[in-house]
């Protein structure tokens, strides 16, 4: 099983960045997914979640209306938009496979993959 986070960068305040995450070694259709995100000295958080079909999709309340997750699940990948990217967005981002619950899944597998950094400053 691979997580392969992309897509990260440094971008000012109110910019944009669209985060890949593409997967590997299991059936990624039969999945709901999830971006997790890790500030510098916080706990890992839940972002968004999407279900296996992309028929729904659930956020924190930090990035509900800025953030949005989407899937192509011909190409195993998972997506995550941001805009109006905020200081406190910064972290680096994960995404993981599950079974959505709120904003996150209960993780069907052990790994993570490497992460996307994400920094927002002027």
């Known amino acids: 099983v691979q997580f392969v986070e992309s897509g990260g960068g440094l971008v000012k305040p109110g910019g944009s960045l669209r985060l890949s995450c593409a997967v590997s070694?299991?059936?990624?259709?039969?999945?709901?997914m999830s971006w997790y995100r890790r500030a510098p000295g916080k706990e890992r958080e839940s972002v968004a979640s999407?279900?296996?079909?992309?028929?729904?999709?659930n956020y924190a309340d930090s990035v509900k209306g800025r953030f949005t997750i989407s899937r192509d699940n011909a190409k195993n990948t998972v997506y995550l938009q941001m805009n109006s990217l905020k200081p406190e967005d910064t972290a680096v981002y994960y995404c993981?496979?599950?079974?959505?619950?709120?904003?996150?899944?209960?993780?069907?597998?052990?790994?993570w993959g490497q992460g996307t950094q994400v920094t927002v400053s002027s």
């Open positions: 999407i279900t296996s079909t992309g028929g729904s999709t």
């Open positions: 070694g299991f059936t990624f259709s039969n999945y709901g």
């Open positions: 993981a496979a599950g079974v959505p619950r709120g904003s996150g899944v209960i993780r069907v597998f052990g790994s």
